[in-house]
């Protein structure tokens, strides 16, 4: 990776840790989300007339790319979502994460990326230390607990969601090779934005939609600039880098939140998540090397 593609993503990873820590202090958090969406999509749209040349008209295949990746990234959430209401944290959180297994192979089979032997090292320690990161002791059992119970419906989910991710990240590569990075992400966006309010046209959101804004105002505000740049540093760091890369560096956001936790909102550090967090810069700065 170079420096500005590797520099873009560890920006993105930055801003990705952030909004979700606003997103931990709001109330309601599914209607929390969809404010945020509401706040980035409308500051995107104000911001629209003040760029450079027109808006370049997207073909079949660029609104096909969007729609794809969009409804992925929705399901991603909505799996997690799922897999964290019924299942404990540090039972589905590692399985979460199976996305970077599937990046790199969807990398080499779909869009012909080839990694180096540095790459790959890097990318199993990050993969090490995002599945380490919530286990509560370090041992043969406690390492196979997640996968023991794959009838489980929260482990069945948590899985879902690494791997509909993984197939996202396919779509978001694809998109910011054919079409502008800065465009993509606002079709992206958009498109996110218009399946999450179908969502919750529902009858148990909808009274919760004007509570969360009085309650959340200022946090739904500031999460607007905070979202689009971490949409926007990924995508152009995404279109400079390959895919199967981009993606275990961005989990450098684990090791923010971590730090975030610690710092501001007075957790507890233990020894495994401070192993496991350097697990992953050490993962993250040898796919640099590589």
């Known amino acids: 990776m170079d420096t500005l593609a590797f520099s873009l993503i560890l920006i993105s990873g930055v801003m990705h840790a952030l909004w979700n820590l606003l997103v931990k202090q709001s109330r309601r958090k599914t209607v929390f989300i969809w404010w945020m969406f509401v706040s980035s999509a409308v500051l995107f749209?104000?911001?629209?007339?003040?760029?450079?040349?027109?808006?370049?008209?997207?073909?079949?295949?660029?609104?096909?790319?969007?729609?794809?990746?969009?409804?992925?990234?929705?399901?991603?959430?909505?799996?997690n979502g799922r897999a964290y209401r019924s299942g404990d944290l540090s039972l589905t959180y590692p399985l979460s994460q199976t996305a970077i297994i599937y990046v790199p192979l969807w990398g080499i089979l779909l869009l012909g990326e080839k990694l180096s032997l540095f790459g790959i090292c890097g990318i199993l320690l990050v993969l090490a230390g995002a599945f380490s990161l919530q286990l509560q002791r370090i041992s043969l059992g406690e390492l196979l607990r997640p996968f023991r119970n794959?009838?489980?419906?929260?482990?069945?989910?948590?899985?879902?969601?690494?791997?509909i991710y993984s197939v996202g990240a396919v779509f978001d590569k694809s998109g910011v090779k054919q079409y502008s990075p800065l465009y993509f992400t606002y079709l992206l966006v958009i498109c996110m934005l218009l399946l999450m309010t179908v969502n919750l046209t529902r009858l148990r959101?909808?009274?919760?939609?004007?509570?969360?804004?009085?309650?959340?105002?200022?946090?739904?505000l500031a999460s607007g600039p905070?979202?689009?740049?971490?949409?926007?540093?990924?995508?152009?760091?995404?279109?400079?880098?390959?895919?199967?890369?981009?993606?275990?560096?961005?989990?450098?956001?684990?090791?923010?939140?971590?730090?975030?936790?610690?710092?501001?909102?007075?957790?507890?550090?233990?020894r495994i998540r401070l192993f496991s967090a350097l697990l992953i810069l050490a993962g993250v700065f040898i796919i640099r090397l590589g």
């Open 205 to 220: 959101y909808r009274s919760q939609i004007r509570a969360e804004w009085r309650e959340s105002r200022g946090l739904i």
């Open 150 to 163: 794959l009838g489980n419906p929260s482990v069945q989910a948590a899985l879902a969601a690494g791997f």
């Open 45 to 79: 749209t104000l911001l629209l007339p003040l760029l450079p040349g027109p808006f370049p008209v997207p073909d079949r295949t660029v609104l096909l790319l969007g729609a794809g990746g969009a409804t992925c990234f929705v399901l991603y959430h909505l799996f």
């Open 226 to 270: 905070v979202m689009m740049g971490s949409f926007l540093s990924f995508r152009y760091g995404l279109a400079l880098a390959p895919m199967s890369y981009a993606v275990p560096v961005r989990q450098v956001s684990v090791l923010v939140g971590v730090l975030i936790g610690v710092i501001f909102l007075g957790e507890a550090c233990g």
